[in-house]
């Protein structure tokens, strides 16, 4: 961090100089960038991808651990059987539980 900051400091159009030392990094990313980044609808999905785009065109390295690969997997499939399940309950449920429900959700 301390070259980032001076490199900047001294020049600040030392782009390509910054480019070529971050090039020698990699970035892991977990699964609440990973996920936020994929959901549209999250709070912090413009912050994910931006994040995501500027390590890429940074030339950092980007990878992904196969246990964090299938953590996301998993959280995604938990939300859609989830999701799935309500509707199913929201077909026999009064507007109370139907309410409940979105809020479970």
């Given at each position: 961090m301390y070259f980032i900051t001076s490199s900047y400091a001294l020049s600040p159009g030392s782009d390509k100089l910054l480019k070529r030392y971050l090039q020698q990094h990699v970035a892991y990313f977990d699964s609440n960038i990973i996920l936020q980044a994929m959901s549209p609808g999250h709070p912090n999905h413009d912050i994910s991808r931006r994040l995501l785009d500027k390590s890429r065109d940074a030339g950092i390295g980007r990878k992904v651990l196969s246990?964090?690969?299938?953590?996301?997997?998993?959280?995604?499939?938990?939300?859609?059987?989830?999701?799935?399940?309500?509707?199913?309950?929201a077909k026999h449920a009064k507007t109370d539980d139907i309410l409940d429900a979105y809020v479970r959700l």
């Open positions: 246990a964090i690969f299938n953590e996301v997997v998993a959280h995604a499939e938990l939300a859609q059987k989830t999701y799935q399940q309500l509707m199913e309950d």
